[in-house]
């Protein structure tokens, strides 16, 4: 099983990014995809999900920006993030669990997003 993040680079406060992460060995359209990051010196975070079907929750801090969405023909997920801030520089990465559980079974290897002018 391998997932590959994409997408990461620096952008100025205010602009956008868009992340990907690209799955392979594994049944892509049964597992939940989710989106953690960590900044330094802190804990990872989750970030949101998106459900097999599409549904997707978010966590306080990436609502009405971020947006997380998955295309099971291509066995990727992604996360459009906007009206990126400083606190928002994280490395961030994608996971893969299956529904009903909190566990994640895959970890991407992490794409660095820094936000800074």
């Known amino acids: 099983v391998q997932l590959q993040a994409s997408g990461g680079g620096l952008v100025q406060p205010g602009g956008s990014l868009r992340l990907s992460c690209a799955a392979s060995?594994?049944?892509?359209?049964?597992?939940?995809m989710g989106w953690h990051r960590q900044a330094p010196g802190k804990e990872r975070e989750l970030v949101g999900d998106v459900s097999r079907g599409g549904s997707t929750y978010y966590a306080a801090s990436a609502k009405g920006r971020f947006t997380i969405s998955r295309d099971n023909t291509k066995n990727t997920a992604y996360l459009q993030m906007d009206s990126l801030k400083p606190e928002d520089t994280a490395v961030y990465y994608c996971?893969?669990?299956?529904?009903?559980?909190?566990?994640?079974?895959?970890w991407g290897q992490g794409t660095l997003v820094t936000v800074s002018s």
């Open positions: 060995g594994l049944s892509f359209g049964t597992y939940v």
């Open positions: 996971g893969a669990r299956r529904p009903g559980t909190g566990r994640y079974d895959y």
